[in-house]
Structures are given as structure tokens and as C-alpha cells.
């Protein structure tokens, strides 16, 4: 089946380095993608998206980047601080549902932890 | 701000107990998610809704049930707890998406995490 998975479990960075989270995808006729943080205790809280008419967006400190060549996402965290510490998930959309229309159903990759060292 | 709120943060029920989840959104949003997140696993969606009264199977939905009567309230039923169903529960809604293939964002709630002992 289709699954959206994570080149590394684990990413350790120091506070003020740049941080980059890796994504693949196998549903080549995905057309939305989401990453995700998540901090110990707490529900996933929605980062930056993008449509697969795009190929970079940009957040505050965030960017993300849409490979579709390779199915591949990034997550890239600038100027990397303590507060960043959490798991990020990459989530792709799904076409679940019986009345042939999008249900806002999506497929979540298992989470990348990233620890930043003070 | 979309605000998507759980009846409670932690449970403890016994093997056997029948035990309810709910989730209440604030953003009028036609689709609610109920998802279960375990170590090593992920998040693994069990039931979702599209409109009042329609449900449709996850990935997992052996087990539980769910009830959505109005728009904002999407309850997770686990029938008869069982030890397998400790976890972190997660409800999540989104907006129906502007074409056929688009999807908006989920917004999750704070989580319940059940233990059934």
C-alpha cells in the first residue's frame, strides 16, 4: 500500500544551527503535504503545507521543499532553537471515502525527533 | 484560532468497561478524525466523518465505534476496553476540501491517554 515514511528516526543539532527533516513519499498522485510538530504531551500542531503545484514555501523560520521527481519532502528549521525540540511528522493526503471526493483524510509518517543541544 | 478540545487528557478504565471519547470543534468543520498514536507506529487513523451521522472505517476500526449527531462532536465508543486499547487518543478536524483532490488541514486536539488496566 501507499506509505509516507522518514529517512532518520533521530536528528540531534546545535542551538543555532540550521536543522533539515526528510520525508519520502510513495503516492505519486499525492497533491497535499503537512509537517507536523509534536511536543511531549501534546496533540500535533499543524507547521507549514504545500501543494504539489509548488515546489518551496516559506514560514517564518521554516521552509519547506517539494521534490515530486524523487517523491520527496524537507522540512528545513533555521537558527535552530531549544524550543524546537519536538517530533515532526510529514502527513500526505489520502482518497479515502466512498462518494469519490477528497475526505481530508491524510497518511502520517512515523515522526523524526529532533533534540537541540543549548 | 481553530480550537478542537477532548472531554479529558488522562483515563484510566478497567478490561470490560465501556468507555467514551469526546472530541468538540469550534470551526464548523465537516470532517472529524478519531486517530490512536503509539510508540514505534505513528498516528493510525480508526474512524472519520464527513458530515453529521456519516462515518467511515480507518485503518484500525476493530474495537470501537463512533457517534457524530452534530456537526461539532465526534465520539470515540470503545465498547468493551481492553488492555490493547491503552494508548494516546487524538481527535482532529478539517474543513472539506475546495477541489477533489485537495485536502485541508487537520487540527488536532490536546490528545487522551487511556489506560485500561
Known amino acids: 500500500g501507499e506509505s509516507v515514511g522518514l529517512h532518520l528516526p533521530t536528528l540531534s543539532v546545535q542551538e543555532g544551527d540550521n536543522s533539515i527533516i526528510n520525508c519520502a513519499y510513495s503516492n505519486s498522485a499525492s497533491d497535499y503535504f503537512i509537517w507536523y510538530k509534536q511536543e511531549s504531551g501534546k496533540g500535533p500542531q499543524f507547521i507549514i503545507d504545500?501543494?504539489?503545484?509548488?515546489d518551496k514555501r516559506q514560514g517564518q523560520r521554516v521552509t519547506v521543499l517539494l521534490n515530486k521527481t524523487v517523491k520527496h519532502l524537507s522540512l528545513q528549521i533555521a537558527a535552530t532553537q531549544p524550543g524546537d525540540s519536538a517530533v515532526y511528522f510529514c502527513a500526505e493526503n489520502s482518497h479515502l471515502g466512498g462518494n469519490g471526493g477528497s475526505q481530508g483524510n491524510l497518511i502520517f509518517g512515523k515522526g523524526t525527533k529532533l533534540s537541540v543541544k543549548p | 484560532d481553530v480550537k478542537v478540545t477532548q472531554s479529558s487528557r488522562y483515563l484510566v478504565k478497567r478490561t470490560g468497561e465501556k468507555v467514551f471519547l469526546e472530541c468538540v470543534q469550534d470551526m464548523d468543520h465537516e470532517n472529524m478524525f478519531w486517530y490512536r498514536q503509539d510508540p514505534g507506529l505513528g498516528l493510525r487513523l480508526i474512524y472519520f466523518?464527513?458530515?453529521?451521522?456519516?462515518?467511515e472505517k480507518g485503518d484500525i476500526p476493530e474495537g470501537y465505534s463512533v457517534s457524530r449527531e452534530k456537526k461539532e462532536r465526534f465520539s470515540l465508543i470503545l465498547e468493551s476496553a481492553s488492555t490493547n486499547q491503552t494508548s494516546m487518543y487524538l481527535c482532529?478536524?478539517?474543513?472539506?476540501?475546495?477541489?477533489?483532490?485537495?485536502?485541508?488541514?487537520?487540527?488536532f486536539g490536546p490528545g487522551t491517554r487511556l489506560t485500561v488496566l
Open positions: 466523518s464527513y458530515d453529521v451521522k456519516m462515518k
Open positions: 482532529a478536524s478539517s474543513s472539506r476540501g475546495t477541489g477533489l483532490s485537495i485536502t485541508d488541514t487537520q487540527y
Open positions: 504545500i501543494r504539489s503545484n509548488m
